[in-house]
Protein backbone atom coordinates (compact mmCIF):
# COMPACT_ATOMS: atom_id res chain seq x y z
CA UNK A 1 0.00 0.00 0.00
CA UNK A 2 1.55 3.24 -0.77
CA UNK A 3 2.28 5.89 2.05
CA UNK A 4 -0.48 8.35 0.78
CA UNK A 5 -3.06 5.62 1.33
CA UNK A 6 -1.77 4.41 4.47
CA UNK A 7 -2.10 8.43 5.57
CA UNK A 8 -5.40 8.86 4.14
CA UNK A 9 -6.64 5.91 6.07
CA UNK A 10 -4.63 7.59 9.37
CA UNK A 11 -7.03 10.68 9.17
CA UNK A 12 -9.75 8.68 8.36
CA UNK A 13 -9.95 6.79 11.42
CA UNK A 14 -9.06 9.61 13.32
CA UNK A 15 -12.14 11.49 11.85
CA UNK A 16 -14.36 8.50 12.25
CA UNK A 17 -14.03 7.75 15.94
CA UNK A 18 -14.54 10.82 18.67
CA UNK A 19 -12.82 8.26 20.92
CA UNK A 20 -9.60 8.48 19.34
CA UNK A 21 -6.69 10.89 21.24
CA UNK A 22 -7.30 14.57 20.08
CA UNK A 23 -4.85 15.61 16.76
CA UNK A 24 -3.25 18.75 15.75
CA UNK A 25 -3.14 20.07 12.58
CA UNK A 26 -0.88 22.79 11.17
CA UNK A 27 -1.48 25.31 7.71
CA UNK A 28 1.80 25.88 6.83
CA UNK A 29 2.00 28.35 3.69
CA UNK A 30 2.26 31.94 2.68
CA UNK A 31 -0.38 34.75 2.51
CA UNK A 32 -3.08 32.51 0.90
CA UNK A 33 -2.90 30.40 3.85
CA UNK A 34 -2.56 33.22 6.27
CA UNK A 35 -5.32 34.66 5.01
CA UNK A 36 -3.80 38.04 4.88
CA UNK A 37 -6.42 41.42 3.96
CA UNK A 38 -8.27 39.88 1.29
CA UNK A 39 -10.69 37.46 2.42
CA UNK A 40 -11.68 41.47 3.92
CA UNK A 41 -13.37 40.02 7.48
CA UNK A 42 -14.37 36.29 5.76
CA UNK A 43 -13.13 33.27 7.34
CA UNK A 44 -9.69 31.73 5.75
CA UNK A 45 -9.75 28.05 4.23
CA UNK A 46 -7.92 26.79 7.28
CA UNK A 47 -10.66 28.69 9.60
CA UNK A 48 -13.24 27.17 7.53
CA UNK A 49 -11.31 23.81 7.97
CA UNK A 50 -11.50 24.63 12.00
CA UNK A 51 -15.34 24.98 12.22
CA UNK A 52 -16.13 22.32 10.56
CA UNK A 53 -14.02 19.58 12.23
CA UNK A 54 -14.25 21.33 15.94
CA UNK A 55 -17.96 22.45 15.86
CA UNK A 56 -19.41 20.59 12.98
CA UNK A 57 -18.29 17.16 13.28
CA UNK A 58 -17.68 17.88 17.35
CA UNK A 59 -13.70 17.12 17.52
CA UNK A 60 -13.42 19.58 20.29
CA UNK A 61 -10.35 19.48 21.36
CA UNK A 62 -8.15 19.00 18.26
CA UNK A 63 -6.22 22.13 17.81
CA UNK A 64 -5.91 23.64 14.20
CA UNK A 65 -3.01 26.38 13.69
CA UNK A 66 -2.28 28.51 11.19
CA UNK A 67 1.01 29.45 10.65
CA UNK A 68 1.06 30.91 7.21
CA UNK A 69 3.21 34.52 6.39
CA UNK A 70 3.05 36.48 4.00
CA UNK A 71 5.54 36.64 1.11
CA UNK A 72 6.78 33.23 2.33
CA UNK A 73 8.12 30.73 -0.11
CA UNK A 74 9.61 27.56 -0.22
CA UNK A 75 12.99 28.89 1.50
CA UNK A 76 11.32 30.62 4.28
CA UNK A 77 8.99 27.44 5.08
CA UNK A 78 12.36 25.03 5.29
CA UNK A 79 14.56 27.34 7.35
CA UNK A 80 15.00 25.84 10.39
CA UNK A 81 14.51 28.39 13.38
CA UNK A 82 11.08 29.35 11.48
CA UNK A 83 10.21 25.79 11.09
CA UNK A 84 10.65 24.56 14.79
CA UNK A 85 8.61 27.92 15.64
CA UNK A 86 6.04 27.45 13.19
CA UNK A 87 5.50 23.76 12.83
CA UNK A 88 8.02 21.30 14.87
CA UNK A 89 7.10 23.24 18.30
CA UNK A 90 3.62 22.06 18.23
CA UNK A 91 4.40 18.43 17.52
CA UNK A 92 1.81 18.07 14.69
CA UNK A 93 -0.27 14.99 13.11
CA UNK A 94 -0.70 16.24 9.95
CA UNK A 95 0.82 19.85 8.44
CA UNK A 96 -1.30 21.14 5.49
CA UNK A 97 0.92 23.10 2.95
CA UNK A 98 0.06 25.29 0.40
CA UNK A 99 3.41 27.05 -1.36
CA UNK A 100 4.84 28.59 -4.38
CA UNK A 101 3.04 31.52 -5.37
CA UNK A 102 6.04 32.93 -4.41
CA UNK A 103 8.40 30.88 -5.24
CA UNK A 104 7.39 32.06 -9.27
CA UNK A 105 8.88 35.12 -8.34
CA UNK A 106 11.93 34.43 -5.67
CA UNK A 107 13.36 30.83 -6.16
CA UNK A 108 12.74 31.26 -10.11
CA UNK A 109 13.40 28.10 -10.57
CA UNK A 110 11.15 24.95 -11.22
CA UNK A 111 13.85 22.42 -10.34
CA UNK A 112 14.88 24.19 -6.78
CA UNK A 113 11.21 24.34 -6.13
CA UNK A 114 10.59 21.09 -6.55
CA UNK A 115 14.21 20.20 -4.23
CA UNK A 116 12.65 22.41 -1.59
CA UNK A 117 9.16 20.47 -1.81
CA UNK A 118 10.70 17.34 -1.41
CA UNK A 119 12.80 18.20 1.54
CA UNK A 120 10.00 19.96 3.14
CA UNK A 121 7.77 17.15 2.77
CA UNK A 122 10.51 14.38 4.04
CA UNK A 123 11.23 17.02 7.34
CA UNK A 124 7.22 16.54 8.52
CA UNK A 125 7.55 13.12 7.54
CA UNK A 126 10.97 12.64 9.79
CA UNK A 127 9.00 14.53 12.59
CA UNK A 128 6.21 11.97 12.78
CA UNK A 129 3.38 13.73 11.18
CA UNK A 130 1.72 13.30 7.89
CA UNK A 131 2.01 16.02 5.03
CA UNK A 132 -0.49 16.87 2.70
CA UNK A 133 0.15 19.06 -0.48
CA UNK A 134 -2.00 21.73 -1.88
CA UNK A 135 -1.38 22.78 -5.70
CA UNK A 136 -3.13 26.59 -5.79
CA UNK A 137 -6.07 27.90 -7.57
CA UNK A 138 -6.02 30.37 -10.73
CA UNK A 139 -5.04 34.39 -10.92
CA UNK A 140 -6.13 36.42 -12.92
CA UNK A 141 -4.37 37.96 -16.22
CA UNK A 142 -2.76 41.44 -15.06
CA UNK A 143 -0.76 42.12 -17.93
CA UNK A 144 0.10 45.73 -16.80
CA UNK A 145 1.90 44.09 -13.29
CA UNK A 146 5.25 42.10 -14.53
CA UNK A 147 5.38 40.56 -11.22
CA UNK A 148 1.74 39.32 -11.38
CA UNK A 149 2.13 38.55 -15.02
CA UNK A 150 5.32 36.05 -14.28
CA UNK A 151 3.05 34.72 -11.40
CA UNK A 152 0.61 34.11 -13.93
CA UNK A 153 2.61 32.73 -16.40
CA UNK A 154 4.73 30.20 -13.77
CA UNK A 155 1.88 29.02 -11.83
CA UNK A 156 0.56 26.42 -14.21
CA UNK A 157 4.32 24.76 -13.32
CA UNK A 158 4.67 25.26 -10.13
CA UNK A 159 1.57 23.43 -9.55
CA UNK A 160 2.69 20.69 -11.67
CA UNK A 161 5.33 20.26 -9.84
CA UNK A 162 3.65 19.70 -6.65
CA UNK A 163 1.67 17.26 -8.45
CA UNK A 164 4.72 15.33 -9.48
CA UNK A 165 6.10 15.57 -5.76
CA UNK A 166 2.99 14.26 -4.33
CA UNK A 167 3.38 11.44 -6.59
CA UNK A 168 7.10 10.86 -6.56
CA UNK A 169 6.63 11.19 -2.46
CA UNK A 170 3.53 9.26 -2.14
CA UNK A 171 1.38 12.56 -0.33
CA UNK A 172 -1.84 13.12 -0.09
CA UNK A 173 -2.61 15.94 -2.49
CA UNK A 174 -5.12 18.58 -2.66
CA UNK A 175 -5.68 19.95 -6.21
CA UNK A 176 -7.24 23.60 -5.81
CA UNK A 177 -6.18 24.40 -9.34
CA UNK A 178 -7.90 21.07 -10.47
CA UNK A 179 -10.90 22.40 -8.55
CA UNK A 180 -10.89 25.67 -9.81
CA UNK A 181 -11.14 25.05 -13.63
CA UNK A 182 -13.58 22.48 -13.08
CA UNK A 183 -16.10 25.26 -11.16
CA UNK A 184 -14.25 29.13 -11.69
CA UNK A 185 -14.95 28.94 -15.72
CA UNK A 186 -14.49 32.57 -16.66
CA UNK A 187 -13.10 35.67 -15.39
CA UNK A 188 -15.55 37.19 -14.13
CA UNK A 189 -16.56 33.76 -12.38
CA UNK A 190 -12.77 33.50 -11.14
CA UNK A 191 -13.04 37.13 -9.83
CA UNK A 192 -15.74 35.96 -7.74
CA UNK A 193 -13.42 33.46 -6.05
CA UNK A 194 -10.80 36.48 -5.79
CA UNK A 195 -9.88 39.19 -3.18
CA UNK A 196 -7.84 40.95 -5.95
CA UNK A 197 -5.60 39.35 -8.75
CA UNK A 198 -3.30 36.39 -6.93
CA UNK A 199 -5.44 36.07 -3.57
CA UNK A 200 -8.21 34.39 -2.83
CA UNK A 201 -11.29 36.06 -1.22
CA UNK A 202 -13.91 34.99 1.08
CA UNK A 203 -15.89 33.11 -2.00
CA UNK A 204 -12.31 31.38 -2.63
CA UNK A 205 -11.56 30.78 0.69
CA UNK A 206 -14.86 28.61 0.98
CA UNK A 207 -14.20 26.68 -2.14
CA UNK A 208 -10.64 25.63 -1.40
CA UNK A 209 -12.12 24.65 2.53
CA UNK A 210 -14.72 22.63 0.32
CA UNK A 211 -11.91 21.21 -2.01
CA UNK A 212 -9.81 19.77 1.34
CA UNK A 213 -13.13 18.40 2.67
CA UNK A 214 -14.16 16.42 -0.73
CA UNK A 215 -10.07 15.18 -0.49
CA UNK A 216 -10.51 13.75 2.72
CA UNK A 217 -13.57 12.88 2.92
CA UNK A 218 -15.37 14.74 5.23
CA UNK A 219 -17.82 17.02 2.51
CA UNK A 220 -21.24 17.29 3.64
CA UNK A 221 -23.85 19.33 1.55
CA UNK A 222 -26.11 19.89 4.49
CA UNK A 223 -22.99 21.48 6.88
CA UNK A 224 -23.02 25.15 6.81
CA UNK A 225 -19.16 25.27 6.29
CA UNK A 226 -19.84 23.49 3.18
CA UNK A 227 -22.66 25.35 1.81
CA UNK A 228 -23.12 28.60 3.71
CA UNK A 229 -26.66 30.70 4.17
CA UNK A 230 -27.16 33.90 4.72
CA UNK A 231 -25.28 37.23 3.74
CA UNK A 232 -24.76 36.83 0.24
CA UNK A 233 -20.74 37.50 -0.86
CA UNK A 234 -21.94 40.22 -3.47
CA UNK A 235 -23.36 42.04 -0.48
CA UNK A 236 -21.12 45.24 0.85
CA UNK A 237 -21.55 45.19 4.84
CA UNK A 238 -22.53 48.95 6.15
CA UNK A 239 -21.74 50.15 9.52
Keep these: MEQAQIDFEKISQHLKSKASAPWTWVFYGDSITHGAAHTRGFRSFPEIFAERLRWEMRFLYDV ?48 KYRDNLISLVRRVR ?38 QVASTESVILVDHEKYWNHFAIGEEELKLW ?12 LEMAKCIFQTLDIYDPESSCCNPVGTPWSLTTKN
Aim: net charge negative; charged share 25%.
Design 64 to 111: VINTGISGQSTVQLLDEKRYDWRVRRFKPDAVLILIGMNDTVKVRSAE
Design 126 to 163: DDGAIPVLQTNGNILHVPENDNYMTRYEKLPEYNQVVR
Design 194 to 205: LGEAIHPGGKGH
